[in-house]
Every structure is written in structure tokens, then in C-alpha cells.
């Protein structure tokens, strides 16, 4: 009954490929996010979606580009893979956007490797 | 754009008191103070969070100066299971949600 789960857990794909990464939150949360981590373990927000609607984009290319089906699931669909895309991305879920009380669930993580 | 200033390692012994501390001067009124973890290779887990008050739960101890310019969390009786990178992140409304992640505390429970 993992709370954020993510598929796959490691990714290995060639430069130029178009590739998608999978977010589940069985929470019931309103909000979820995409964080990218680079080699050098810095954490940074990309996306943020309430109720399916984008909220946050945080300058990230536009190659990136987050689906949110429903509520429960907030997708990562990367086109042209370039080796700087290397990095793990997490995804993250809570209940309350705007209030500055909240808690934000982390997944596993999806290793994403490009060669 | 971190707002806290953590040490960048630290380490404590099993069984020990783990005091982890932050420094947050311009924290403004309704920004809170969130403690997360990441063991290696893992998703961050949240820890705890505040706001004035100090705060207690199963897994650690919040101290919120009474001028909110600093934090310390304490992990009471640290394990090896708790060696892990620690950050303290300062959180309002206004900043849409999102959490803002600085360098963080590497902390080195050692037997």
C-alpha cells in the first residue's frame, strides 16, 4: 500500500528518445510535483499540478512536459532526451497547495540515465 | 534561493542525542520551518514541521527559538538507520507549495 509510488525505477534510454516517467498517489491529495535531482543531489521543483491544473513550471524546458489524467496520477513525458536530462526525478504529493502547513509525500524515485 | 543555512556535515554517535541545527534569519511570520530526510538513493521523508511553538513527534524534537531566526531538530537516541542528508526548509503560503531545498545537514551516525 506504497503511498507515491513510481514506474519505472530506472530508466537507461539513448540520446533523442522520448521517454515517460509514471506517478500514482493513493492519498487522496490535491496537489502533486515532479523534483528533479541532479548528479550533484541538489533537489529542485519542476512542476506542480492541483487538481489537474498546472500551477507550478519552473523554467524547465519544454521538452518536459507533465499529464495529469486525475488527481491521483501526474505523469512526465520527456521528449529528445539529452545526457544533461540525467538525474533522479521525484514525485511528491499533499493535501493543501497554498497553506503553509503541509506535508509533502516523496515516491521512490526514477533514475533516469541517458547515454 | 534556499532561506536556511545548515552545516554541511555532522555526526553522532549511536544511541546519542542527534542535535541538527538551522539557521533561518529571515523567515517571515507565516513561513513555517519543515524538517525532511533523504537516506541514500530514497525519496526525502518528511520529519516534522513548526511554527513558534515547539513540536514532538515519534520520530524527532522541533526547538524554534522564541525569535523564529533558528531551529534545532533532535533526533533523541539516534540509530545507523538515521545516517542520512538532513534539510530544514522555511515554507509559507505564498509560495505555491513548492519546497525549496538547500545543500542540507549530512548526518554520520556512527556504532
Known amino acids: 500500500d506504497t503511498a507515491v509510488s513510481q514506474t519505472p525505477k530506472y530508466l537507461v534510454t539513448q540520446m533523442g528518445n522520448d521517454k515517460s516517467i509514471k506517478c500514482e498517489q493513493n492519498?487522496?491529495?490535491?496537489?502533486m510535483y515532479w523534483y528533479k535531482q541532479d548528479s550533484k543531489k541538489f533537489l529542485k521543483i519542476m512542476f506542480s499540478?492541483?487538481?489537474?491544473?498546472?500551477?507550478i513550471n519552473e523554467t524547465v524546458p519544454n521538452r518536459f512536459s507533465p499529464k495529469s489524467p486525475d488527481k491521483a496520477h501526474l505523469n512526465l513525458h520527456i521528449n529528445s532526451l539529452e545526457l544533461g536530462d540525467s538525474a533522479v526525478y521525484f514525485c511528491?504529493?499533499?493535501?493543501?497547495?497554498?497553506?503553509?502547513?503541509?506535508?509533502?509525500?516523496f515516491g521512490p524515485g526514477t533514475r533516469l540515465t541517458v547515454l | 534561493d534556499a532561506k536556511t543555512t545548515q552545516p554541511p556535515s555532522m555526526d553522532c554517535a549511536e544511541g546519542r542525542a542527534a542535535n541538527l541545527p538551522c539557521n533561518h534569519s529571515?523567515?517571515?511570520?507565516?513561513?513555517?520551518v519543515y524538517w525532511y530526510r533523504q537516506i541514500h538513493s530514497q525519496g526525502p521523508q518528511y520529519i516534522i514541521h513548526?511554527?513558534?511553538n515547539n513540536e514532538t513527534n515519534e520520530m524527532a524534537s522541533l526547538i524554534i527559538t522564541e525569535d523564529r531566526k533558528s531551529s534545532t531538530l533532535i533526533l533523541p537516541h539516534a540509530t545507523l538507520r538515521d545516517t542520512a542528508v538532513y534539510y530544514c526548509?522555511?515554507?509559507?503560503?505564498?509560495?505555491?507549495?513548492?519546497?525549496?531545498f538547500g545543500q542540507g545537514t549530512t548526518l554520520q551516525v556512527k556504532p
Open positions: 511528491a504529493s499533499s493535501q493543501d497547495l497554498a497553506g503553509g502547513s503541509d506535508t509533502q509525500y
Open positions: 492519498l487522496g491529495h490535491d496537489t
Open positions: 499540478y492541483n487538481n489537474k491544473e498546472l500551477i
Open positions: 529571515t523567515i517571515s511570520g507565516n513561513e513555517y
Open positions: 513548526g511554527l513558534k
Open positions: 526548509i522555511v515554507k509559507g503560503s505564498g509560495n505555491t507549495g513548492k519546497l525549496i
